[in-house]
């Protein structure tokens, strides 16, 4: 469920097929309409019993969108997306910021549609190239949303497409920044443990020189941080017994 959709053809072929069968479904809806108006009515109503949609609590990211872009979604497809975003570690855990950024921005677009809707479409776009699937069926008998998704599907495509280039460039983005920041911090340690070892040098003469100069705590305190550093030598792969001398050695119990 977490992984972008990159099976390009397959993309491709189930969306051709899913929009050829648009037109059927926006003449369907037409004729219930005009033939008989008290079903179309019905089926407008929203029931989410019926729809055993589980209602969540605000996430994060919704909340920030709407904000943001001052547009609420439609109430009918509010549970999915909280649910969809709860759900997701895409989303919600290191690409958050990412998918917020891009609907934030996708919706500066004028894809001549109700923003609401617009915002709609985004969402789903997101949500196919996660999991391959779509919470807009056309099947919520609003004529009007139906309508202005078939005049926006050139946008609809353009935006999913951009989602998987532009998150896809995002991940290798945060990698190598994860993979310089590794560096940099085994940089700076293996500065530190340098330090430390000069450090036990220093104390080592000092309490060799005159030991009446330090006491028996700091004695004490010396050898049991000398063991954590020479671990650090070994992690960081510090030849540490070719800085400290036999004498050192044997004086911090090292073996």
């Not at 397959?10 to 059927?24: A, C, I, R, T, V």
């Not at 085994?186 to 450090?199: G, P, Q, V, Y």
Request: with cysteine.
């Amino acid at each position: 469920m977490d992984n972008i959709n990159t099976a390009n053809q397959s993309e491709h072929l189930n969306k051709s097929n899913n929009w050829n069968k648009l037109p059927y479904t926006l003449l369907l809806v037409t004729l219930l309409s005009l033939n008989n108006p008290s079903e179309a009515k019905t089926l407008n109503t929203y029931n989410p019993n019926q729809q055993n949609v589980e209602v969540v609590s605000d996430s994060g990211i919704v909340a920030n969108i709407e904000k943001r872009t001052w547009v609420k979604l439609p109430v009918l497809y509010t549970s999915k997306v909280k649910n969809f975003v709860i759900n997701s570690k895409v989303v919600e855990g290191s690409g958050a910021k990412f998918t917020e950024d891009f609907i934030v921005n996708q919706m500066k677009f004028n894809w001549w549609i109700s923003k609401q809707n617009q915002l709609l479409f985004i969402w789903d776009a997101v949500y196919e190239q996660i999991t391959k699937k779509n919470f807009y069926d056309w099947e919520d008998w609003d004529n009007n949303r139906l309508s202005e998704f078939e005049n926006a599907m050139d946008s609809v495509e353009v935006c999913w497409k951009k989602y998987k280039e532009q998150f896809t460039s995002y991940m290798k983005w945060r990698s190598t920044e994860a993979d310089r920041r590794s560096i940099e911090a085994d940089r700076r340690s293996i500065e530190a443990t340098n330090s430390w070892l000069n450090e036990m040098i220093r104390f080592y003469n000092l309490y060799t020189g005159n030991p009446g100069s330090v006491r028996p705590e700091e004695l004490k305190q010396a050898k049991e941080h000398s063991k954590w550093i020479i671990e650090s030598c070994k992690e960081y792969n510090i030849n540490y017994k070719a800085k400290l001398s036999k004498g050192i050695l044997k004086f911090y119990g090292i073996e």
